[in-house]
């Protein structure tokens, strides 16, 4: 009857569960080490100096070597289906070596930039420096793809459930790693964990690709071209027309900073939770994972409110007004009770599934299809900036002024105490800057008539 297989519901919800589960074991692998922090500290040596070097190193690579813009260029070039599995076969490279860094009993130091880390810390960061490419690169490919296959449907519905699962792998990685570390007595056996994952999660991307190539065989070559969204030849004048887009540096602006204070932040909440309110390492991670079991149930609300109720710009200004609240009741000396550390937790959760839901919606109504690849390589760029910088920033604070003294565990290894007064405050700073941001848009909305408040459905 002339349909198509994104015309079939089962089929768009099909190909975004693939995409979804692809990017679940992305999205795990990503924070896997973030509840470790006082494992590594007290068995691997690690200092906070060194987590903060090693967690900073994701966006390394993209940052200093532009490997996100050429990420998002290869998405516009060649397509989402080749760009996508090669992302994912990145990633996989990149946990590799990971793994074998941390199994090869690396000793002395190496000196970069001007610092000495131990072998383990210099190697594994580059490990994950070219996971984090592929990861990056992969997000572009995965939003493409929905972009693509929900355009006129239930896009924003669509990209909130992708959220979803993505955020569901979060918290399995605020979880899960801490037995596994305990189980085994070494964090490599995490890596190992993840190195699986990402492998099954290629094999699903695989699957998808054979539909995709099925869904443009249907609609021919020429159609195919337009519902494929601009995945025809890349010109540079593309980089200009985006630059020229006031629009989208206020996007990836609000990017930057509403995710500086969440993404950081999360690398360190396990051990906030162990040095503010007195929880076991082991079981730490669980507060920290109420955040992205918030989001799993919230950002497809969020995303349907969006779809069917419009103001796309209200849900950012009142996303980004919790998380700074939350930010700064972290940073009371009052907030010491565990059931407190829940309760903003979940707080967060919410904060952090409205902005999302209603920020990645919007690009698609601000910038042309065959432009889309590259504008969202580039907000990822800028959105990267502040994943390098942020948690060397929180290491080398915590390092220098947050030190409270030293305890001896069980086992007889020492680890630092430390006061998590100041990196909250830093935290609440971004936040605050991306209200003022949230609000820019809202008002650039209205002169430029993006359509931000109006529903995405089409009737």
């Known amino acids: 009857m002339g349909k198509t297989l994104r015309d079939s519901a089962a089929f768009r919800w099909l190909v975004l569960v693939m995409v979804s589960l692809t990017m679940f074991s992305v999205y795990l692998v990503t924070d896997q080490f973030s509840p470790l922090k006082t494992f590594l500290e ?62 090869s009993s690396l000793e002395g130091t190496v000196r970069f930039v001007g610092n000495d880390l131990p072998a383990e810390v210099f190697w594994s960061s ?34 909130g459930a992708q959220v979803a699962l993505a955020r569901l792998g979060q918290a399995g990685a605020m979880v ?11 964090a490599s056996a995490v890596v190992m964990m993840g190195l699986i994952l990402v492998s099954m999660g290629t094999v699903l991307y695989l699957v998808f690709m054979a539909m995709d190539k099925r869904l443009d065989g249907q609609l021919g ?5 337009e519902a494929s969204e601009g995945e025809e030849e890349f010109r540079w004048s593309d980089f200009i027309s985006v630059f020229k887009n006031p629009a989208f540096w206020m996007i990836a602006l609000l990017c930057v900073l509403f ?28 507060i920290p994972a109420v955040l992205p079991f918030g989001c799993i149930f919230l950002t497809p609300l969020f995303g349907s409110i969006y779809d069917t109720k419009g103001h796309g710009a209200d849900l950012m200004i009142l996303g980004a007004g919790i998380i700074t609240l939350v930010h700064v009741l972290f940073a009371m000396p009052f907030i010491n009770q565990v059931w407190m550390a829940y309760a903003l937790m979940a707080l967060l959760g919410i904060g952090f599934a409205l902005l999302p839901s209603a920020l990645w919606p919007s690009v698609a109504k601000i910038i042309p299809a065959k432009q889309f690849g590259t ?24 390092a220098k002024y947050c030190i409270t003294g030293q305890v001896t565990e069980a086992e007889g290894l020492v680890r630092n105490t430390y006061d998590y007064t100041i990196p909250s405050l830093i935290f609440a700073l971004f936040g605050l800057l991306s209200i003022a941001i949230a ?7 209205k002169k430029k008539n993006y359509h931000l408040q109006e529903p995405n459905i089409q009737k």
Request: glycine share 12%; aromatic share 16%.
């Open 375 to 398: 504008a969202m390589s580039l907000t990822f760029y800028i959105q990267n900036i502040g994943l390098w910088g942020v948690p060397l920033l929180i290491g080398t604070v915590l």
């Open 176 to 186: 899960l790693p801490p037995f596994v570390a305990e189980k085994f007595g070494a």
């Open 221 to 225: 070559s020429v159609a195919a071209e």
């Open 42 to 103: 007290i068995h691997n040596g690690w200092d906070s100096a060194a987590y903060g070097w090693f967690s900073s190193s994701y966006s390394m690579f993209n940052v200093f070597l532009f490997m996100l813009i050429i990420g998002g260029v290869a998405v516009d070039k060649f397509g989402i289906r080749i760009a996508g599995l090669g992302s994912c076969l990145v990633c996989l490279c990149g946990i590799a070596v990971q793994y074998w860094a941390m199994t």
């Open 259 to 286: 995710y500086s204070a969440v993404f950081p932040f999360q690398k360190y909440a396990t051990d906030l939770m162990v040095n503010k309110f007195g929880v076991s390492q082991t079981i730490a991670g669980t």
């Open 439 to 445: 609000i820019g848009v809202k008002v650039l909305d």
């Open 126 to 159: 580059i490990g994950y420096a070219l996971f984090g490419v592929g990861s990056e690169t992969a997000g572009v490919a995965a939003t493409k793809v929905i972009t693509k296959w929900f355009k006129g449907y239930e896009m924003a519905l669509a990209m």
